[in-house]
């Protein structure tokens, strides 16, 4: 229980070197692990998935590298970018895992089509955001004949959206692609490790599918904004996945509830611990504006 609890903060540390992956080259943001920090520690005691708002908001504010005049003064935008593009991938992790899974073990149907449903979902965001990257000049004319009559509106969506393009430079920088993969992997690998410590701390030995299981079934689960910390998708989920390997309800249980404990707690009380240090509330950062500058640091 010791090892799942110190891997609950080194799973949020690995999440946010693979962020700086997809921010755009040179960009250099800072407050990554703060950031990241504040954002699941908001997730854990706001409900639907608020800390993604926060994450931005910290990361918004402490932005003071040289990364353009447009990054500059509206970094909100190119973090929300990489903030898109890092939920698909999740996504579409968790869709690859729980494929690996139906080939192992006998995944329920309903979850089947929930991931089939997850994935049609990815496959149109990754579509729109190919649109935007290809043909940016199209988008643009969409903007202008669509708030043509509102020029102010006009002129701060247009900014918006260069920015986000710009923001989407990270993904597509082929000496990124690397590291991005390697990250993600390791981003995976740490949670999988976690649940199966978690599994031995309580006696359960079970198949090395089982703790991806765990994750395949609770990334599902804690996908669509629910109650925060994600109380009852995340215990039901988990429930489910080890239930398919024989456990008893009780003891399936009894290991969600230790497993949703060890990562839920040390984040959300390191969390806190930077939110303080960052001289900020959560009302400032979840009622964030778009166009929060750079390094307004309170």
């Not at 918004?60 to 898109?84: D, E, K, M, Q, Y």
């Not at 080890?242 to 230790?258: C, D, E």
Request: with cysteine; charged share 10%; proline share 7%.
């Amino acid at each position: 229980m010791v090892v799942a609890v110190v891997l609950a903060p080194l799973q949020i540390w690995v999440r946010g070197r693979r962020w700086r992956y997809l921010f755009p080259p040179g960009s250099n943001p800072k407050g990554i692990t703060p950031a990241m920090m504040i954002g699941y520690m908001a997730n854990n005691v706001l409900p639907l998935r608020a800390g993604e708002v926060v994450r931005v908001y910290v990361v918004a504010r402490r932005w003071n590298a040289s990364v353009g005049a447009a990054a500059r003064s509206h970094p909100f935008w190119t973090t929300l970018a990489t903030l898109i593009v890092e939920r698909v991938l999740d996504s579409l992790s968790v869709v690859l895992i729980l494929a690996v899974l139906v080939l192992v073990v006998p995944v329920p149907r309903f979850l089947e089509v929930a991931a089939l449903v997850v994935l049609a979902i990815d496959l149109a965001s990754v579509t729109m955001l190919i649109a935007i990257v290809a043909a940016p000049q199209v988008c643009a004319r969409f903007i202008t004949r669509l708030l043509a009559r509102w020029p102010g509106l006009h002129r701060r969506a247009f900014t918006a959206f260069e920015t986000f393009v710009h923001g989407l430079d990270g993904i597509r920088t082929p000496s990124h692609a690397v590291p991005l993969i390697a990250w993600t992997i390791l981003v995976w690998l740490a949670p999988a490790f976690a649940a199966w410590t978690v599994l031995m701390a309580l006696d359960l030995h079970l198949p090395f599918a089982a703790p991806w299981a765990v994750l395949a079934f609770v990334g599902l689960g804690v996908s669509i904004p629910s109650a925060p910390g994600y109380v009852g998708v995340f215990h039901a989920a988990a429930v489910l996945a080890v239930g398919l390997f024989g456990v008893s309800r009780s003891a399936g249980v009894g290991y969600a509830l230790l497993f949703h404990a060890s990562q839920i707690v040390p984040v959300t009380l390191l969390g806190w611990f930077y939110l303080l240090r960052e001289h900020m509330s959560l009302g400032e950062a979840t009622h964030a504006r778009p166009g929060v500058e750079p390094g307004a640091a309170g």
